[in-house]
């Protein structure tokens, strides 16, 4: 029996809380030791501070508590004995061990899985044949009642053979050949207890039913083999691919097998469907014969652009294989004007009309053209830049790509085979987020497919997957890797040009089921290299049952700690840091957390697509939010239905009850199945579409999609030859420290892992001091060592990342490890950092210091990503707020007391998707209030609310530059590519922590937000109730929060304004521009506001502020905002009329107008902009924003 005080493999920092929780000087509790396999850890608590000695096995398996040189070693053969020993006072240790600290009952979760029905065993074998009791004589009825005399028991039965001949006696046999039914009486009566010996014997083989089966597919193995050669004939006619001179090799005809007529019937089939292809293909192109076969034919869409003030309709034909974009007038008129690859400059998304789309095109004269669009909606918009997109990688002259298209899917199949055709899933249609039709042909670099309760072999499922994907784009894909966990399974394919690519394969699996033995639950990973890029999946199967949720945590624990992925040398880190981007998949079984009465209640609110309200009850979310699981994850808006329990051949009907013998059992509908991701900070990916399919009914599960667009680095060769001289590289640490939560008193070192190092570099140890709270700063000066970089190159350099842990001195033991992105603003500079630390999915403290970067001569190029980007639809004064540098959190803010002016925001931006946010490219977003001290880049991101407007990767919130839209006039898309790479320094989301303080202090209560319908998915008519601010805290949420702002007479150290953009700013009026407006009660306002934030009034605002107030234009700071400007409003341009819903019944307040100093910067000298950021303002192309107020919306 294990002893109380040994806790087995708990985590340090669960180790630390029990002990704490005790508050007893000599409490004591032994882990297994982190660093060190078959060792230990002995924890003693004293003086409220936990003391951690090593204990380890010498080579006969005695132990000994590791102690200081010269100190005498004492050797036990058991752990009992050593514990008994240390109870002893003045033996060592800094107090006598006392009082242990016992075990606490764990759900095992042994009741058996509901879903399941025999799920607590392995894949099982066919049944055996059995006779029903009906066929069998009266004698053998009444055996199994006496077993006083087995063998009589087995007499009386009939044997397998006479069984069989019964069976075959009663089946219609007329429509079988008399000579095959024959061969099959043969077989049961003398050679099948021949095949019965083989069996037992240990052996797989059955030769005598092989040559049963191959007597009987004699005459069809000679008619397939006839009928290949033609058809293999007809497909090299129509392949496009093939020279007229080349001749098929000769058949060489085979024996009628089992494996040979499976592989012939494989191939016809697929020869079938490929001829089908083929011939359409052929019909679409033409007979000319391209250098290679046309995947993507040519798609046209229809658009709206203005020419001299008067609406028109044209057609954009892309040609992806062409490399052109033609303009013409209508879909049978010649061409207009044409535009190749090389000319198309940039695409940029409106981010207020969610369906207008900017071309920046160059001219033959290399003058650039703006082209406005304005596509059908917002799906159209987003497959034509994929297409764009695509054309662009497909004819970029890099021999390498610098981004590629991943497609995760997972399905709990419900231990049923699936239907014939499943394409629907990898062409990401149904409900949700899905793709738009002119996408359809564009084929992903990566497929992964995670199945849960899969009843299929591998071999089987391989080939339904590979020729499922042959049928949407006449690809084969190359198997990277399979693997399979019972019933649990993950399949990796990726395109064959991609085989090179690909490299450091490796696989994992992890069981959770009962007692973490059986593998009913669990996990299966893959991982790899893509050039310099490597790529984790994750497939889990977590614990069922509602009541479970604490269950499923432990099991997503378990996973993250004992998975083996990725690159042995990150031994020190879980898989959640050994990835550049690790992605999530599975039936992760967390459920909507209501009473079963409400099940009509939850079906109704399905009907009405009111999802918003069933969120708010999801066990993941809410973990999610109070930090218990999936730690710096992120996942898409859901906007589909809840995926189980429907029942099965129908997706109208949920089956939310099941009778036991326990009696009845209640599985509300819940998203049960689930696509997260986390990647490194400032790293490009973007989810572009997370639903799940309406057609494929076979299981109680629909399968879920996403696709993602990630970005990637090639295997970098440096410009310069060996033995070049030129300036090393060199990464230095300044004034770094970590703060930890922990009551441990050891030293502690760095440890410095990164690709770009030879190896990793440890660091002296850092002194420590008392925190506040109780947590400990370890501080490190200036003594951290300098690193070396294998290659200089900012190319290569930028791209890079650190990771950081920090360890103790007595133990070896992590005590949490981050993740510094290199990609700075400035090199030779020194530069703030910031990341949070975390240890076993727990957050365990933060680091912060500075970072000066040193690299060779050279610049980064534009990436392939960066050209599709999104306009922030917003014009203001000339100075632009460059972002919070990468990294300091330390900003020295003015007190709330005193309301500074607020510096102008940027002019119109462009903001390349992957930059959006607060990062080290872009430009400040927002400002924040004096108790909104802003983190560095953390990934501390709060979860999507779907109530509060589209997510991530969607189409972005509500622009500063005008309030809110009402749900019932004006729509979002999520189709649009949104804000995506991880910001390093002050992601939105954590703006709103103190530094010293992950959750604020409790502050009142948001007014209710604003829902958003979108017109992909149907309407969202209900509200959730309002969360404090702290669980709102988010992206969206910081955006819509009205911030007083900073004194920009403060020299902050994070706060960097280039030396151009001061001088542009010198040029400016010196009028300071005005805050984003709030999204929860949004403020139109003029130029020239100054705003103010009354002391004992939260910036959130209270219910009066529901509706648009137009603050004064005076630029004295006003404590309460006057009602509306008597300015005379602007006349929107036609176009902008055209997107806009009309208004509702009832007065529509004036509209403010710009200060005349921004309109006359407005029009000011054009700039060469390809290079930069910012867009030249030109009133015929971009239109006056004005701002609108919600009751002119409705």
Same mark, same amino acid.
């Given at each position: 029996?294990?002893?109380?005080?040994?806790?087995?493999?708990?985590?340090?920092?669960?180790?630390?809380?029990?002990?704490?929780?005790?508050?007893?000087?000599?409490?004591?509790?032994?882990?297994?030791?982190?660093?060190?396999?078959?060792?230990?850890?002995?924890?003693?608590?004293?003086?409220?501070?936990?003391?951690?000695?090593?204990?380890?096995?010498?080579?006969?398996?005695?132990?000994?508590?590791?102690?200081?040189?010269?100190?005498?070693?004492?050797?036990?053969?058991?752990?009992?004995?050593?514990?008994?020993?240390?109870?002893?006072?003045?033996?060592?240790?800094?107090?006598?061990?006392?009082?242990?600290?016992?075990?606490?009952?764990?759900?095992?979760?042994?009741?058996?899985?509901?879903?399941?029905?025999?799920?607590?065993?392995?894949?099982?074998?066919?049944?055996?044949?059995?006779?029903?009791?009906?066929?069998?004589? +009266?004698?053998?009825?009444?055996?199994?009642?006496?077993?006083?005399?087995?063998?009589?028991?087995?007499?009386?039965?009939?044997?397998?053979?006479?069984?069989?001949?019964?069976?075959?006696?009663?089946?219609?046999?007329?429509?079988?050949?008399?000579?095959?039914?024959?061969?099959?009486?043969?077989?049961?009566?003398?050679?099948?207890?021949?095949?019965?010996?083989?069996?037992?014997?240990?052996?797989?083989?059955?030769?005598?039913?092989?040559?049963?089966?191959?007597?009987?597919?004699?005459?069809?193995?000679?008619?397939?083999?006839?009928?290949?050669?033609?058809?293999?004939?007809?497909?090299?006619?129509?392949?496009?691919?093939?020279?007229?001179?080349?001749?098929?090799?000769?058949?060489?005809?085979?024996?009628?097998?089992?494996?040979?007529?499976?592989?012939?019937?494989?191939?016809?089939?697929?020869?079938?469907?490929?001829?089908?292809?083929?011939?359409?293909?052929?019909?679409?192109?033409?007979?000319?014969?391209?250098?290679?076969?046309?995947?993507?034919?040519?798609?046209?869409?229809?658009?709206?652009?203005?020419?001299?003030?008067?609406?028109?309709?044209?057609?954009?034909?892309?040609?992806?294989?062409?490399?052109?974009?033609?303009?013409?007038?209508?879909?049978?008129?010649?061409?207009?004007?044409?535009?190749?690859?090389?000319?198309?400059?940039?695409?940029?998304?409106?981010?207020?009309?969610?369906?207008?789309?900017?071309?920046?095109?160059?001219?033959?004269?290399?003058?650039?053209?703006?082209?406005?669009?304005?596509?059908?909606?917002?799906?159209?918009?987003?497959?034509?830049?994929?297409?764009?997109?695509?054309?662009?990688?497909?004819?970029?002259?890099?021999?390498?790509?610098?981004?590629?298209?991943?497609?995760?899917?997972?399905?709990?199949?419900?231990?049923?085979?699936?239907?014939?055709?499943?394409?629907?899933?990898?062409?990401?249609?149904?409900?949700?987020?899905?793709?738009?039709?002119?996408?359809?042909?564009?084929?992903?670099?990566?497929?992964?497919?995670?199945?849960?309760?899969?009843?299929?072999?591998?071999?089987?499922?391989?080939?339904?997957?590979?020729?499922?994907?042959?049928?949407?784009?006449?690809?084969?894909?190359?198997?990277?890797?399979?693997?399979?966990?019972?019933?649990?399974?993950?399949?990796?394919?990726?395109?064959?040009?991609?085989?090179?690519?690909?490299?450091?394969?490796?696989?994992?699996?992890?069981? %959770?089921?009962?007692?973490?033995?059986?593998?009913?639950?669990?996990?299966?990973?893959?991982?790899?290299?893509?050039?310099?890029?490597?790529?984790?999946?994750?497939?889990?199967?977590?614990?069922?049952?509602?009541?479970?949720?604490?269950?499923?945590?432990?099991?997503?624990?378990?996973?993250?700690?004992?998975?083996?992925?990725?690159?042995?040398?990150?031994?020190?880190?879980?898989?959640?840091?050994?990835?550049?981007?690790?992605?999530?998949?599975?039936?992760?079984?967390?459920?909507?957390?209501?009473?079963?009465?409400?099940?009509? %209640?939850?079906?109704?609110?399905?009907?009405?697509?009111?999802?918003?309200?069933?969120?708010?009850?999801?066990?993941?979310?809410?973990?999610?939010?109070?930090?218990?699981?999936?730690?710096?994850?992120?996942?898409?808006?859901?906007?589909?239905?809840?995926?189980?329990?429907?029942?099965?051949?129908?997706?109208?009907?949920?089956?939310?009850?099941?009778?036991?013998?326990?009696?009845?059992?209640?599985?509300?509908?819940?998203?049960?199945?689930?696509?997260?991701?986390?990647?490194?900070?400032?790293?490009?990916?973007? +989810?572009?579409?997370?639903?799940?399919?309406?057609?494929?009914?076979?299981?109680?599960?629909?399968?879920?999609?996403?696709?993602?667009?990630?970005?990637?680095?090639?295997?970098?060769?440096?410009?310069?030859?060996?033995?070049?001289?030129?300036?090393?590289?060199?990464?230095?640490?300044?004034?770094?420290?970590?703060?930890?939560?922990?009551?441990?008193?050891?030293?502690?070192?760095?440890?410095?892992?990164?690709?770009?190092?030879?190896?990793?570099?440890?660091?002296?140890?850092?002194?420590?001091?008392?925190?506040?709270?109780?947590?400990?700063?370890?501080?490190?000066?200036?003594?951290?060592?300098?690193?070396?970089?294998?290659?200089?190159?900012?190319?290569?350099?930028?791209?890079?990342?650190?990771?950081?842990?920090?360890?103790?001195?007595?133990?070896?033991?992590?005590?949490?490890?981050?993740?510094?992105?290199?990609?700075?603003?400035?090199?030779? %500079?020194?530069?703030?950092?910031?990341?949070?630390?975390?240890?076993?999915?727990?957050?365990?403290?933060?680091?912060?210091?500075?970072?000066?970067?040193?690299?060779?001569?050279?610049?980064?190029?534009? =990436?392939?990503?960066?050209?599709?980007?999104?306009?922030?639809?917003?014009?203001?004064?000339?100075?632009?707020?460059?972002?919070?540098?990468?990294?300091?959190?330390?900003?020295?803010?003015?007190?709330?007391?005193? $309301?500074?002016?607020?510096?102008?925001?940027?002019?119109?931006?462009?903001?390349?998707?992957?930059?959006?946010?607060?990062?080290?490219?872009?430009?400040?977003?927002?400002?924040?209030?004096?108790?909104?001290?802003?983190?560095?880049?953390?990934?501390?991101?709060?979860?999507?609310?779907?109530?509060?407007?589209?997510?991530?990767?969607?189409?972005?919130?509500?622009?500063?530059?005008?309030?809110?839209?009402?749900?019932?006039?004006?729509?979002?898309?999520?189709?649009?590519?949104?804000?995506?790479?991880?910001?390093?320094?002050?992601?939105?989301?954590?703006?709103?922590?103190?530094?010293?303080?992950?959750?604020?202090?409790?502050?009142?209560?948001?007014?209710?937000?604003?829902?958003?319908?979108?017109?992909?998915?149907?309407?969202?008519?209900?509200?959730?109730?309002?969360?404090?601010?702290?669980?709102?805290?988010?992206?969206?949420?910081?955006?819509?929060?009205?911030?007083? +702002?900073?004194?920009?007479?403060?020299?902050?150290?994070?706060?960097?304004?280039?030396?151009?953009?001061?001088?542009?700013?010198?040029?400016?009026?010196?009028?300071?521009?005005?805050?984003?407006?709030?999204?929860?009660?949004?403020?139109?306002?003029?130029?020239?506001?100054?705003?103010?934030?009354?002391?004992?009034?939260?910036?959130?605002?209270? =219910?009066?502020?529901?509706?648009?107030?137009?603050?004064?234009?005076?630029?004295?700071?006003?404590?309460?905002? $006057?009602?509306?400007?008597?300015?005379?409003?602007?006349?929107?341009?036609?176009?902008?009329?055209?997107?806009?819903?009309?208004?509702?019944?009832?007065?529509?307040?004036?509209?403010?107008?710009?200060?005349?100093?921004?309109?006359?910067?407005?029009?000011?000298?054009?700039?060469?902009?390809?290079?930069?950021?910012?867009?030249?303002?030109?009133?015929?192309?971009?239109?006056?924003?004005?701002?609108?107020?919600?009751?002119?919306?409705?």
């Amino acid at each position: 029996m294990v002893p109380c005080w040994n806790h087995g493999n708990i985590t340090r920092s669960k180790a630390e809380e029990l002990l704490s929780r005790t508050g007893k000087d000599g409490s004591f509790l032994v882990r297994a030791s982190e660093s060190i396999s078959r060792a230990y850890a002995l924890c003693v608590l004293y003086r409220n501070c936990v003391y951690t000695y090593r204990i380890l096995p010498n080579e006969d398996d005695k132990f000994t508590v590791q102690a200081s040189e010269g100190v005498p070693m004492r050797f036990f053969t058991k752990l009992d004995q050593l514990i008994e020993f240390y109870k002893k006072e003045n033996m060592g240790l800094v107090t006598h061990l006392q009082y242990p600290v016992p075990l606490e009952e764990e759900d095992t979760g042994d009741e058996p899985e509901e879903e399941t029905e025999g799920a607590l065993s392995p894949p099982e074998l066919p049944p055996r044949n059995i006779v029903p009791l009906s066929a069998v004589p +009266c004698e053998a009825k009444e055996a199994p009642a006496s077993m006083e005399n087995p063998r009589a028991a087995e007499v009386g039965r009939p044997s397998l053979s006479e069984t069989l001949f019964q069976r075959l006696q009663t089946m219609d046999t007329s429509g079988i050949p008399e000579e095959h039914l024959k061969a099959i009486q043969d077989y049961l009566s003398t050679q099948l207890s021949l095949d019965s010996d083989f069996v037992k014997s240990g052996s797989s083989s059955l030769p005598h039913l092989k040559k049963l089966t191959a007597l009987l597919c004699k005459e069809l193995y000679g008619e397939v083999i006839r009928t290949l050669p033609t058809l293999e004939s007809l497909q090299r006619l129509f392949d496009q691919q093939l020279s007229p001179g080349l001749r098929p090799r000769p058949q060489v005809p085979g024996e009628a097998s089992p494996i040979n007529m499976v592989a012939k019937l494989s191939q016809l089939t697929s020869l079938l469907s490929s001829i089908e292809d083929k011939v359409k293909a052929l019909l679409h192109e033409g007979p000319e014969s391209p250098h290679r076969r046309s995947l993507i034919p040519p798609v046209t869409f229809e658009v709206k652009a203005e020419s001299l003030g008067i609406p028109q309709k044209l057609q954009l034909k892309v040609d992806v294989e062409s490399g052109k974009l033609i303009i013409k007038k209508s879909k049978d008129s010649s061409e207009d004007k044409f535009y190749t690859h090389k000319k198309i400059l940039q695409l940029i998304k409106s981010q207020k009309f969610l369906n207008k789309l900017v071309i920046l095109v160059e001219t033959e004269k290399e003058k650039t053209l703006r082209k406005e669009y304005v596509f059908a909606d917002s799906k159209k918009r987003e497959g034509f830049c994929q297409l764009l997109q695509q054309m662009k990688n497909k004819h970029s002259e890099q021999p390498e790509p610098d981004m590629i298209t991943i497609f995760i899917g997972t399905w709990n199949m419900g231990n049923a085979p699936p239907p014939k055709k499943i394409t629907s899933w990898f062409l990401s249609k149904g409900q949700g987020k899905t793709r738009d039709d002119s996408a359809d042909y564009i084929p992903h670099d990566i497929y992964v497919i995670g199945t849960q309760e899969d009843p299929l072999g591998e071999k089987e499922w391989l080939e339904i997957l590979k020729h499922s994907l042959q049928e949407i784009t006449s690809m084969t894909f190359k198997t990277i890797a399979i693997h399979t966990l019972w019933n649990i399974r993950i399949v990796v394919l990726a395109k064959p040009e991609h085989e090179n690519r690909i490299s450091h394969i490796c696989t994992d699996n992890v069981k %959770t089921g009962i007692a973490n033995t059986l593998g009913n639950k669990g996990a299966v990973g893959v991982s790899f290299m893509f050039n310099g890029t490597s790529l984790g999946f994750v497939n889990s199967h977590l614990t069922s049952g509602s009541e479970k949720k604490l269950r499923r945590n432990q099991n997503y624990m378990n996973i993250l700690r004992f998975l083996a992925l990725g690159d042995k040398k990150l031994s020190s880190f879980n898989i959640t840091h050994r990835f550049t981007h690790l992605f999530w998949l599975g039936d992760l079984n967390y459920r909507v957390e209501l009473p079963t009465w409400e099940a009509e %209640t939850i079906i109704q609110k399905i009907k009405q697509q009111q999802y918003a309200d069933l969120l708010s009850h999801d066990q993941l979310l809410m973990e999610r939010k109070e930090q218990k699981v999936f730690l710096h994850f992120e996942e898409e808006e859901i906007t589909f239905a809840p995926t189980y329990r429907f029942e099965r051949m129908t997706r109208d009907k949920y089956a939310y009850t099941k009778q036991k013998a326990t009696g009845m059992k209640y599985n509300l509908p819940s998203w049960c199945d689930r696509v997260l991701w986390k990647s490194y900070p400032l790293v490009h990916v973007v +989810c572009q579409s997370y639903g799940s399919t309406s057609d494929i009914m076979t299981s109680d599960h629909s399968p879920v999609f996403a696709t993602f667009e990630a970005g990637v680095t090639s295997q970098f060769v440096s410009k310069n030859g060996p033995g070049t001289t030129d300036s090393q590289g060199q990464i230095e640490f300044l004034g770094c420290y970590a703060t930890l939560k922990t009551k441990s008193q050891t030293k502690f070192y760095l440890e410095f892992h990164s690709s770009c190092l030879e190896s990793f570099v440890k660091s002296q140890e850092g002194e420590n001091e008392e925190g506040s709270e109780g947590e400990l700063v370890v501080k490190f000066g200036e003594t951290l060592p300098k690193l070396k970089p294998i290659i200089s190159d900012p190319e290569y350099l930028l791209d890079q990342h650190i990771l950081i842990s920090i360890k103790s001195s007595d133990s070896d033991e992590s005590y949490g490890e981050g993740c510094i992105a290199l990609r700075l603003e400035a090199t030779e %500079t020194q530069l703030p950092i910031y990341t949070p630390l975390t240890h076993h999915g727990e957050m365990t403290g933060h680091f912060r210091g500075n970072i000066k970067l040193q690299t060779s001569q050279g610049k980064m190029r534009e =990436k392939l990503y960066d050209f599709v980007k999104t306009e922030r639809d917003e014009s203001s004064g000339p100075k632009s707020l460059k972002s919070l540098t990468s990294h300091d959190p330390m900003k020295q803010w003015e007190p709330a007391n005193r $309301v500074p002016p607020c510096s102008s925001s940027g002019i119109t931006e462009i903001i390349n998707p992957s930059y959006m946010g607060v990062g080290a490219f872009g430009h400040l977003k927002q400002t924040l209030s004096p108790d909104q001290q802003p983190t560095a880049w953390s990934y501390d991101q709060p979860l999507k609310d779907s109530a509060l407007g589209p997510g991530r990767g969607e189409s972005p919130p509500t622009p500063p530059s005008q309030p809110p839209i009402s749900p019932k006039k004006f729509t979002s898309s999520t189709a649009t590519r949104g804000p995506c790479l991880r910001t390093q320094e002050s992601r939105p989301g954590d703006a709103a922590k103190s530094v010293g303080e992950p959750l604020p202090p409790e502050e009142p209560q948001l007014t209710k937000p604003e829902m958003f319908e979108n017109p992909l998915y149907g309407s969202v008519s209900a509200f959730p109730k309002p969360a404090p601010r702290k669980e709102q805290e988010s992206p969206k949420m910081l955006r819509k929060e009205p911030p007083p +702002c900073p004194d920009l007479g403060i020299v902050s150290p994070s706060i960097l304004l280039s030396k151009a953009q001061e001088a542009e700013g010198s040029k400016g009026t010196g009028k300071p521009a005005p805050p984003p407006a709030p999204f929860l009660s949004p403020t139109p306002r003029v130029r020239s506001f100054t705003c103010s934030t009354p002391e004992g009034r939260p910036p959130g605002g209270d =219910k009066s502020q529901g509706k648009p107030k137009a603050p004064a234009g005076s630029q004295v700071p006003v404590p309460v905002p $006057v009602p509306v400007p008597v300015k005379r409003p602007i006349k929107p341009s036609r176009s902008e009329l055209s997107q806009q819903p009309l208004p509702a019944q009832g007065q529509r307040p004036p509209l403010p107008v710009k200060s005349p100093a921004v309109l006359h910067l407005q029009h000011s000298k054009g700039r060469d902009y390809r290079d930069n950021a910012e867009l030249p303002h030109h009133a015929k192309h971009r239109p006056e924003d004005a701002p609108l107020s919600r009751t002119a919306m409705q």
